[in-house]
C-alpha cells in the first residue's frame, strides 16, 4: 500500500497560478516508480495532466503543455504540480497517483494508488 496525499488547491483568478503537492508514503519495501496528476469534473473521467516514470520522462496532456510544470523529488516520493495561465476550464478535482511494481515469486504487477483529491476552482 502506498499513502498518497495532495495540497495546494484552492480559488484563483483567470491567468492567475497555484502550485500543487503530493506525497507518496509506501507502506512496503518496493518503490514508488512513477506519480502522475489528473482530474476529473462530475460526469466526466478523468484525465492526465502530467505524468513522470521512473526514469524521469515527463508526459504531458496537450492542455497542459505550456503552461504547467511538473517537477518531483524522488528521493522523498514527492511531485509538484506547477500550474500558470490558468484558464476556467482548468476547474476540476485534481488527483495525484503513485505506481509501484511489487514483485512475488519472481513475477512483476504494477500498482496503482491514488490521493483524496484537492479541488481547483478557476473564475473567470
Known amino acids: 500500500q502506498v499513502h498518497v496525499v495532495e495540497s495546494g488547491g484552492g480559488l484563483v483568478q483567470a491567468g492567475g497560478s497555484l502550485r500543487l503537492s503530493c506525497t507518496a508514503v509506501?507502506?512496503?519495501?518496493?518503490?514508488?516508480?512513477?506519480m502522475g496528476w489528473y482530474r476529473q469534473n462530475p460526469g466526466n473521467q478523468r484525465e492526465l495532466v502530467a505524468a513522470?516514470?521512473?526514469?524521469?520522462?515527463?508526459d504531458y496532456s496537450d492542455s497542459a503543455k505550456g503552461r504547467f510544470t511538473l517537477s518531483q523529488d524522488k528521493a522523498k516520493n514527492m511531485v509538484y504540480l506547477q500550474m500558470n495561465s490558468l484558464k476556467p476550464e482548468d476547474t476540476a478535482v485534481y488527483y495525484c497517483?503513485?505506481?509501484?511494481?511489487?514483485?512475488?515469486?519472481?513475477?512483476?504487477?504494477?500498482?496503482?494508488?491514488w490521493g483524496q483529491g484537492t479541488q481547483v476552482t478557476v473564475s473567470s
Open positions: 497517483n503513485a505506481e509501484q511494481t511489487i514483485f512475488i515469486d519472481g513475477k512483476g504487477a504494477k500498482y496503482t494508488y
Open positions: 509506501p507502506g512496503n519495501i518496493f518503490r514508488v516508480t512513477g
Open positions: 513522470i516514470d521512473d526514469d524521469g520522462n515527463i
